[in-house]
């Protein structure tokens, strides 16, 4: 059975723990207090015993797992079995084993698999034995538009009331970022004092939360969102980043995104292409707009003006390059590939 993350708590009141869970996502919050939340239910039924599988790798051996599950308990009658399994793909051999547990379960075991990434690319007959045998909890992203409504139930849930404008005023403050934001709601049930927050007392009440790093600083580029990129970066430069230090993973980006442009401009297999890139399937949705945005050559164009923001950066630009400022170098870089209407400015 399929489970939203908000829809968790009251299953696993209303029911016995089920055999297996599966817990995957792209949000890393979501994931954790999902899985926190079977842990606590676990507790409370006499499952005393934890075991952790770090299968993050293709040298995980799953014959260890397959052992415990048939191996009696040393120190409780009862365990919780925990995979932690980031790709989400336990490859054959996992699946297997997994299946094979789900199958004929154990009444004193409970297994937990956790996942960071999650598409329906990454389902097979493992998550389909786990969805039988119990429960798989989907932890998506909280997409931007999707944002203030996210905030305003956890703000109800912790009791704090808040106007929309104030709801808006967080939003900004925490740019997405899940874990900032629950930490700022956490802090806003002890300040509230029980009165309504307008826009102006969110402002007084919660610190500017939001993440300006290069990563994201490049996805906004990449989405878009040129106004969200240059706040970011002036974020970057206040916080007292140098510019030599964003230019690693701007290079990194851009040559990316110029390499899935040349095969796309040919015809070729951009699924293909993102596979070899090693692209997320969560991630392909921002190289596709990006491509979308501008033609191969233009691409190809930006990774030469980045490689000029670098020498500019590192005092060593070439005759001729200008701006002299590498940090409105880099701002006219991003813009451009952010806007298409901007392109000529960079």
Not at 74 to 85: D, G, I, N, P, T
Not at 284 to 312: K, N, S, T
Not at 315 to 324: I, L, V
């Given at each position: ?153 956890r703000l109800r849930q912790r009791g704090v009331r808040a106007d929309r404008g104030a709801v808006q005023r967080l939003a900004e403050r925490v740019q997405g970022n899940l874990l900032a934001a629950a930490q700022e709601v956490d802090k806003l049930a002890l300040l509230a004092d029980d009165a309504p927050i307008d826009a102006s007392r969110m402002e007084a009440l919660v610190a500017d939360a939001a993440r300006f790093d290069v990563f994201r600083l490049v996805d906004a580029a990449l989405n878009g969102q040129p106004a969200q ?118």
């Open positions: 059975m399929e489970l939203k993350p908000d829809r968790l708590a009251a299953q696993l009141a209303a029911e016995p723990l089920r055999p297996a869970y599966l817990v995957a996502g792209a949000e890393p919050l979501l994931v954790l207090e999902a899985a926190d939340a079977i842990r606590a239910r676990a507790r409370e039924a006499g499952f005393g015993e934890r075991e952790v599988f770090d299968a993050d790798g293709r040298d995980f051996d799953w014959n260890t797992l397959d052992a415990s599950f048939r191996a009696p308990s040393l120190f409780s009658a009862q365990r919780l079995l925990e995979v932690r399994l980031p790709t989400g793909r336990p490859g054959k051999e996992g699946s297997e084993v997994i299946a094979g547990y789900c199958a004929q379960p154990p009444g004193d075991i409970v297994l937990l698999v956790t996942a960071g990434d999650w598409s329906r690319q990454h389902g097979g007959k493992w998550s389909e034995a786990i969805a039988k045998a119990g429960h798989v909890v989907q932890a998506p992203q909280v997409r931007p538009h999707e944002l203030e409504g996210w905030l305003e139930s990129a240059v706040r970011m970066l002036a974020g970057l430069r206040a916080e007292g980043e140098a510019v030599p230090a964003l230019m690693g993973m701007v290079v990194m980006e851009l040559g990316r995104v110029a390499a899935l442009s040349r095969v796309q401009a040919r015809g070729g297999n951009l699924a293909a292409e993102f596979k070899a890139q090693r692209v997320w399937d969560s991630k392909q949705a921002v190289y596709r707009r990006a491509l979308a945005r501008h033609p191969a050559p233009r691409w190809e164009r930006f990774v030469v003006l980045a490689g000029g923001v670098d020498r500019i950066a590192k005092g060593r630009p070439r005759p001729g390059e200008e701006p002299a400022d590498a940090w409105l170098a880099l701002e006219r870089l991003l813009v451009a590939v952010a806007e298409p209407k901007a392109a000529a400015l960079a």
